[in-house]
């Protein structure tokens, strides 16, 4: 039989040891000013520790500030290894002795109390409390406190710990530490002043405001109660002080499934210093429209803060890496990923780099000529010899040659300039063009004072709005017949396949094929032809020359402007290209499943669970949750389908139920 239940006494080693009720009531009152500034938080169902221990000491530092003592009352091991996956914590008054023989037995000290806590060995191999109840049946006492054992223990190994020599700094994570204290020292304890030896550099925590850490805690135990699949962790150092906070729910966590390809880390409040230091993990969906794939608050803008956040979110998605990133321009940042994610393709955002433009160039002499030419080597380069001309060209008439914030722009000129940068896929996450720009994730909800606790109740409405839109789209998409514009085949073949938002960026390119003329073959190299588009831009006298590369066997087909890799559709002078040689209908490799508008319905939401176990209740659970979900996205796209799918799950409870008296 693999588990079985142990009903013991306390098992975390019966110590004989002799404590001196001097040395621990000297103790108790060195710890009365430190204990009256802590938040003895409640156990809450879904709170994870990393140990077992720590899991106990929680529950036992909870008890002592309430006046009650813990033992654990059971214990539950997996009987081939040992291993403790399950234990009830209880308060010492729980349950009752049994009966004594003896002449003078001692009298009764225990009422059955039901105050509990019980934890759980999960796959993630941390510790979670599965079920919990605070009332006691019996009056508590801080007077009594220093008499329970469980309390002595912790004296106890305390003082062992300072008589041993560390030997090393060991830095843990504590997700039961996050009683951050909101006092007017921000959150931090106050120190004498820098020879103090307990001085903290606060400027590495967050700056948390009175309300703060209660209303950081408060919503992700909320969260974490109604929504299961909601993940969140927070970085504690061993002072209590709140480092960095990272957290994702549901929907993000199924939306990466579908769109971990091309992701954009967006740090603007970090950029312009604003009240909360929100960090954003953004992808693109089916619609091209910004997903939320995880955020969390930065402690401070270091290597490894940001190491933190990234291998927190891996963790969260189950260790899926993205395949390009893309992210502001920082030396910190580019480290980080370079760390976390090494075989992805890191670059920066163009409109970050250019959106600096004037704040680093702005009072130079002739300004205005000099963006000009920056201007026309960025967006009107389409190979890279003609960006190394354009850029010297600006250099030397303008004598910036000792100005080191191009040098260093130009040193990193392969993450931020288009034209080298057309060899990866962004599916419309980088703006290429001067007229494009980008926007944050929360931009309009987020501004230079917005507090934390404002912050999480804006959270819910802009991914209420959002995932609204989105759903608003799947609707359209797919019951709404779109308007042909052309009598191309190649709007017809995609008018039948994309979404609507998506149909209409591709549609522009069908109708650009008309502004296209003398489409001509200047070169052939085997199957490989070349040819030359010329395209009318702006007036009549402005014409641009466009090579297009087009393989005959596999049918393929590649324009310098890299369109394709750039949003993920043909641009006008490929499509040309094909109609020109007769081709009736896009290639299919040109036709990217993520812009499907059933795509959600066709994604195979098992991807990453090739080491399932069959066996696992939470790995069941986890599988379950995700295909679920889908079911409620379809559900939520109309009246009917919500009615319908209410009926089917009443039916399978039903069913359920029936089963369960069929096996009593």
Not at 332 to 347: E, I, M, R, T
Not at 444 to 459: A, Q, R
Not at 555 to 560: G, H, N, S, Y
Not at 563 to 575: E, M, P, Q, S, V
């Amino acid at each position: 039989m693999e588990d079985m239940c142990l009903n013991s006494e306390p098992i975390l080693g019966e110590d004989s040891a002799y404590v001196n009720e001097g040395d621990y009531a000297m103790e108790e009152r060195r710890d009365e000013a430190s204990q009256s500034r802590k938040e003895l938080l409640p156990p809450t169902v879904g709170l994870e520790f990393e140990s077992f221990d720590e899991a106990y000491d929680f529950y036992n530092m909870y008890a002592k500030g309430h006046g009650f003592g813990i033992r654990v009352s059971n214990s539950w091991f997996r009987s081939k290894r040992r291993e403790r996956y399950r234990a009830k914590l209880s308060c010492s008054s729980a349950g009752f002795k049994k009966k004594s023989e003896a002449n003078n037995p001692r009298p009764e000290t225990r009422t059955g109390c039901p105050a509990m806590a019980i934890i759980k060995l999960v796959d993630s191999n941390r510790w979670r409390i599965v079920g919990v109840e605070l009332e006691h049946n019996h009056p508590l006492s801080l007077e009594n406190k220093r008499f329970y054992k469980s309390h002595k223990k912790m004296f106890l190994a305390a003082k062992r710990a300072l008589q041993s020599k560390p030997l090393k700094e060991i830095h843990t994570i504590k997700l039961y530490r996050t009683a951050v204290v909101d006092t007017i020292g921000n959150g931090h304890s106050k120190t004498d002043g820098p020879d103090d030896r307990n001085y903290v550099d606060l400027s590495k925590h967050l700056n948390l405001k009175e309300g703060d850490a209660h209303a950081i805690y408060n919503y992700f135990c909320r969260m974490k109660l109604t929504n299961p699949n909601f993940f969140y962790l927070m970085d504690v150092d061993d002072e209590g002080h709140l480092n960095n906070v990272f957290w994702a729910d549901a929907r993000s966590r199924i939306a990466y499934n579908y769109f971990s390809d091309t992701i954009r880390i967006d740090t603007t409040s970090l950029t312009n210093k604003y009240g909360i230091p929100l960090i954003s993990l953004v992808g693109v969906n089916h619609h091209g429209q910004s997903i939320l794939l995880g955020c969390g608050f930065l402690g401070h803008e270091s290597v490894e803060c940001f190491v933190w956040m990234f291998r927190t979110w891996l963790t969260c998605m189950q260790g899926r890496h993205p395949q390009v990133i893309v992210t502001d321009q920082s030396k910190s940042l580019h480290a980080a990923v370079s760390k976390v994610f090494p075989q992805a393709h890191h670059c920066y955002c163009l409109s970050y780099v250019m959106h600096r433009v004037p704040e680093k160039l702005g009072g130079l002499n002739g300004f205005d000529a000099i963006k000009r030419q920056l201007n026309k080597a960025v967006y009107d380069s389409l190979k890279i010899s003609e960006f190394e001309t354009s850029w010297e060209d600006m250099i030397n008439q303008h004598r910036l040659r000792d100005n080191k914030w191009l040098q260093s722009l130009y040193e990193d000129r392969h993450r931020w300039a288009p034209v080298y940068l057309k060899d990866a896929s962004f599916v419309g996450m980088l703006p290429v063009y001067e007229s494009e720009g980008s926007s944050a994730f929360f931009d309009g909800y987020v501004h230079k004072h917005t507090s934390f606790k404002e912050f999480l109740d804006k959270y819910d409405l802009a991914l209420q709005r959002k995932h609204f839109k989105e759903a608003t789209e799947d609707f359209e998409s797919r019951n709404s017949s779109y308007e042909l514009k052309t009598k191309s085949n190649f709007e017809l073949q995609l008018s039948k396949v994309y979404t609507k938002e998506m149909f209409k960026k591709y549609q522009i390119e069908v109708e650009g094929m008309y502004s296209c003329f003398n489409t001509k073959q200047v070169s052939a190299n085997g199957p490989i032809m070349t040819f030359v588009v010329k395209e009318v831009q702006g007036n009549e006298k402005d014409v641009k020359h466009f090579e297009v590369l087009f393989e005959t066997t596999q049918v393929e087909v590649r324009c310098i402007c890299s369109l394709f890799n750039f949003k993920g559709y043909l641009c006008r002078h490929a499509l040309n290209v094909l109609n020109y040689n007769d081709v009736e209908e896009i290639p299919s490799q040109y036709i990217l499943p993520r812009w499907n508008k059933d795509y959600k319905r066709s994604f195979a939401l098992d991807i990453g669970l090739s080491d399932f176990d069959a066996d696992s209740p939470d790995q069941w659970y986890n599988h379950l949750s995700r295909r679920a979900l889908r079911v409620v996205e379809e559900g939520a796209q109309s009246r009917e389908h919500y009615q319908a799918v209410i009926q089917e799950l009443d039916t399978l409870l039903t069913k359920f139920t029936l089963v369960d008296k069929d096996l009593m």
